[in-house]
C-alpha cells in the first residue's frame, strides 16, 4: 500500500482543513510515494514507538499527537523529538499524526468517548463556522438530473441526515458565442436566449474541488456559468466537543466511578459536587476547557474534558461539574478510530496498534 493512498483514505474522514490554527496534523516525514507493507497505531510517537514499528516491518507509524507542533532549526539528537525524527528517517518510517481534525469530525475522537460511556443522540457541542460553501450554476432542463447526480457523489448537496438537497427555478439565460467557441447551443456571433435551470446546493469546503470538478465534467457547456458563496452557518457535521444524553439519569458519584473504571484514570480532579443526577453528559478529548460555557450553555450536567488549571474549577460556578479525567486516558481510545477506517477501506492490509503505553503522566 503506498502512502498516498492511505494519506488519502484517512484526509477524506477528517480533513486537514479541520485543524486547529497551532496543529500540525498530517505527513511529517516521509515520502508519500513509498509502498508500506503495515502501518503501526499510536497515540503518541516516542522512540519505544518507533522501535516497535522497526521490530514489526512497519513502514508507518499514525498517531493522533504530532511528534512536531512548531518548527525546529536543527537535527542533532539532544531532544527527544529530533532523536525520534532521526530515528524514523534512518529507518524510512513515515510519521503521520490525525489530532485536532481528528477531534473535530462527527464520528471522530469525541464520538469514541461518547459510545463509551453509553450516550445517546449525540451531537457536535460547538459547531463549525465559515466551513460551507453555496454553489449556483445554470444548466439546460435535458441535462439538470445529471449535473445534480455528479456533483452529488462529489460530496454537494448534504443537510444534516438529508443528502441530495438543492434549490431548482427554471429561467432563461442569454449569451453571444465569439468566432473563437464551439457552442453547446446557439449560433457564433449571435445573441442566444436558452431555457435553463438555476440550481443551488451547499457542500463542506474542503469538498470545493471536487464539486466543481464534478461540475464541469457532467456540464454540456463550453463555458460553465457558476457562483460560489461563502456561508455563515453552523456546519454540524464538525466542530469541538460532543453534548449526549445517558439512557437514565445517575448520582454524581456512581457516574464518576464508571468513568474512573472505564478511562482506567488513576485520579479524577473535579469541581464540587451539585447533589444532583447526571444525564446530560458534554465531553471533549484532550484540552476542552474552552468550551465550558458552551456546555453550560446546553445544560450539561457534567462536562468531562482533561488538562484543567486550578482556578478554572471555579468556572464551574455551580452551574455544571468540571471533571478532568486525564489527557492519555480521555484519547486513549484514538487508534481504535484510526483502524476502523483503515479496515473498512482496505481489509486485507496489516494494520497493528502499539503495545507502548505512552503517558508522560505518572503518580506516585
Keep these: ?117 453509553g450516550l445517546e443522540n449525540t451531537r457536535i457541542l460547538l459547531p463549525r463556522q465559515e466551513e460551507l460553501r453555496k454553489l449556483v450554476f445554470f444548466v439546460p432542463p435535458d441535462h439538470a438530473q445529471k449535473v445534480r447526480e455528479k456533483i452529488f457523489e462529489a460530496g454537494a448537496g448534504v443537510i444534516g441526515n438529508y443528502d441530495q438537497c438543492s434549490f431548482n427555478l427554471p429561467g432563461e439565460g442569454t449569451f453571444r458565442a465569439s468566432e473563437e467557441t464551439d457552442p453547446y447551443v446557439g449560433e457564433k456571433g449571435e445573441l442566444h436566449t436558452e431555457k435553463e435551470i438555476r440550481v443551488e446546493t451547499i457542500f463542506p469546503k474542503h469538498r470545493q474541488s471536487a464539486v466543481i470538478e464534478a461540475l464541469l465534467g457532467a456540464h454540456p457547456y463550453e463555458e460553465v456559468a457558476y457562483d460560489l458563496y461563502p456561508l455563515d452557518n453552523q456546519y454540524y457535521d464538525a466542530g469541538m466537543g460532543m453534548i449526549g444524553q445517558l439512557p437514565e439519569p445517575v448520582d454524581e458519584k456512581y457516574f464518576l466511578k464508571q468513568i474512573k473504571n472505564k478511562f482506567s484514570s488513576r485520579i479524577i480532579r473535579h469541581s464540587r459536587l451539585l447533589k444532583r443526577k447526571i444525564q446530560t453528559v458534554a465531553v471533549c478529548g484532550g484540552s476542552g476547557s474552552s468550551l465550558l460555557k458552551e456546555a ?33 486516558e480521555s484519547e486513549q481510545f484514538t487508534a481504535e478510530l484510526f483502524h476502523d477506517i483503515l479496515l473498512k477501506n482496505f481489509p486485507n492490509f496489516a494494520v497493528h496498534f502499539s503495545k507502548v503505553n505512552t503517558n508522560p503522566v505518572n503518580y506516585f
Excluded at 15 to 43: A, K
Excluded at 301 to 327: M, N, R, S
Design 1 to 117: 500500500m503506498k502512502i498516498k493512498e492511505i494519506i488519502s483514505c484517512l484526509e477524506s474522514f477528517a480533513p486537514l482543513s479541520y485543524q486547529e490554527s497551532y496543529d500540525n496534523s498530517g505527513l511529517i516525514t516521509g515520502d508519500p510515494g513509498q509502498s508500506v507493507e503495515s502501518v503501526l497505531l499510536s497515540i503518541d510517537v516516542t522512540e519505544d514507538v518507533i522501535d516497535e514499528a522497526i521490530s514489526l516491518g512497519s513502514g508507518m507509524i499514525i498517531s493522533h499527537h504530532p511528534i512536531l507542533f512548531s518548527a525546529i532549526k536543527k537535527l542533532t539528537g539532544e531532544h527527544y523529538v529530533e532523536r525520534c525524527i532521526i530515528k524514523a528517517i534512518r529507518n524510512d518510517i513515515a510519521l503521520y499524526a490525525m489530532h485536532t481534525n481528528a477531534d473535530s469530525v462527527r464520528e471522530g475522537v469525541n464520538r469514541i468517548i461518547c459510545r463509551k460511556i
Design 296 to 328: 453550560i450553555r446546553q445544560e450539561a450536567d457534567i462536562f468531562l474534558t482533561a488538562d484543567l488549571k486550578y482556578h478554572q474549577f471555579f468556572d464551574a460556578d455551580g452551574k455544571i461539574v468540571f471533571a478532568d479525567i486525564g489527557h492519555y
